[in-house]
């Protein structure tokens, strides 16, 4: 069992800063990327951003040079800086986590999502 716990959401004004944060916990011997997804209302789910533990990053195109993604692989932690916020990165926010169990299985697991708001 792995367990995310999300933080971080809110209401923000255009062109504002939120800081989400995802911790992993659980049965976990090594996390092989991080990352968070979105869903707006009446969109499909996109890929946000994602980190590697070789420390690879991919962006969506929307997002690149206003979100960065971090990882602090001590605390098996997640962090989406998100500068620049426009109304239309309204979403519910997902973290996700692809990783080797101790049995060496791989697997994923999903935050329950927090949203984010961009509205004046």
């Known amino acids: 069992q792995v367990q995310l716990v999300e933080s971080g959401g809110g209401l923000v004004q255009p062109g504002g800063s939120l800081r989400l944060s995802c911790a992993a916990s659980g049965s976990i011997f090594s996390i092989i990327v991080m990352g968070w997804y979105r869903q707006a209302p009446g969109k499909q789910r996109e890929l946000v951003a994602d980190l590697t533990n070789g420390g690879r990053t991919r962006y969506a195109d929307s997002v690149k040079g206003r979100f960065t993604i971090s990882r602090d692989n001590a605390k098996n932690t997640v962090y989406l800086q998100m500068n620049s916020l426009k109304p239309e990165d309204t979403a519910v926010y997902s973290c996700?986590?692809?990783?080797?169990?101790?049995?060496?299985?791989?697997?994923?697991?999903w935050g329950k999502g927090t949203l984010v708001t961009v509205s004046s």
């Open positions: 996700y986590v692809d990783l080797l169990s101790p049995g060496y299985y791989r697997m994923d697991s």
